[in-house]
């Protein structure tokens, strides 16, 4: 067992000199990176910073929510302009008609109506030539008609119809005429024949030498002399003046 010796113990490579340390700081110093104190100019730019992120930060947050909110309308505006593309996708112009036109309007009741026609020409400013024209009108109460023919003048301002060749009229309460000419008031939901006409529905058949049906109304008066076979009754009774 050896005595202690009156000296602490020392590691070897902490046996160092004063020369070595220095070199070997020397030779770490340039791997070193100081930190140099910002300038006044560093320091404005940082203040701006954090101004700039005390309003961007709660804008930012503010319009994200906000698009939540709005998407659901956004989405309907979108899908309804897709709509409205696919419509004017079958719409093509040859010649200067109009192919695949359709008009849509309000009445003096605010009910809808639509006229379409395999093709339209722009006459003037007011008149517009349709072929195939079809109408649809609504009454107050629901009811649906239509009405076609082969060929169709509409006055635009005064939205009337004039309707030529094979007018058919339809009804939803099972009503159905013909006659060879109708003029249709889609502004007041009125259509009215000076011609001959043949009418068919749950009722019987009548033949009239002409008639008016006001849709809003719900009344068609036809125009005599004419012919009325009741369904119940098949005999033949000549009407003079106006039936209804």
Not at 131 to 142: E, H, K, M, R
């Amino acid at each position: 067992m050896t005595e202690p010796s009156g000296r602490p113990p020392e590691r070897d490579d902490f046996a160092r000199s004063e020369e070595t340390v220095r070199q070997q700081r020397e030779r770490m110093a340039p791997s070193i990176a100081r930190r140099l104190p910002p300038d006044a100019g560093e320091l404005a730019r940082r203040r701006m910073l954090l101004r700039w992120a005390k309003w961007v930060l709660p804008a930012t947050a503010l319009l994200l929510l906000s698009s939540i909110a709005v998407w659901p309308e956004v989405d309907r505006l979108i899908n309804a302009n897709k709509a409205a593309l696919k419509e004017i996708s079958k719409v093509k112009v040859e010649s200067g008609n109009l192919i695949g036109a359709t008009y849509r309007g309000l009445d003096e009741h605010n009910r809808p109506f639509m006229i379409t026609a395999d093709s339209a020409h722009q006459a003037n400013p007011e008149r517009m030539d349709l072929d195939n024209p079809v109408a649809d009108i609504l009454s107050q109460g629901g009811s649906w008609l239509l009405v076609r023919s082969e060929k169709g003048v509409y006055m635009q301002h005064a939205q009337i119809l004039d309707l030529t060749g094979e007018v058919t009229l339809y009804r939803d309460d099972g009503l159905m005429m013909r006659s060879p000419v109708a003029d249709v008031d889609v502004r007041t939901g009125i259509i009215a024949s000076d011609s001959w006409v043949r009418a068919e529905g749950p009722f019987g058949v009548l033949d009239a030498k002409g008639y008016l049906v006001s849709q809003h109304e719900g009344i068609a008066q036809f125009r005599g002399p004419g012919r009325l076979i009741l369904n119940d009754d098949r005999g033949s009774h000549p009407a003079d003046g106006k039936a209804s």
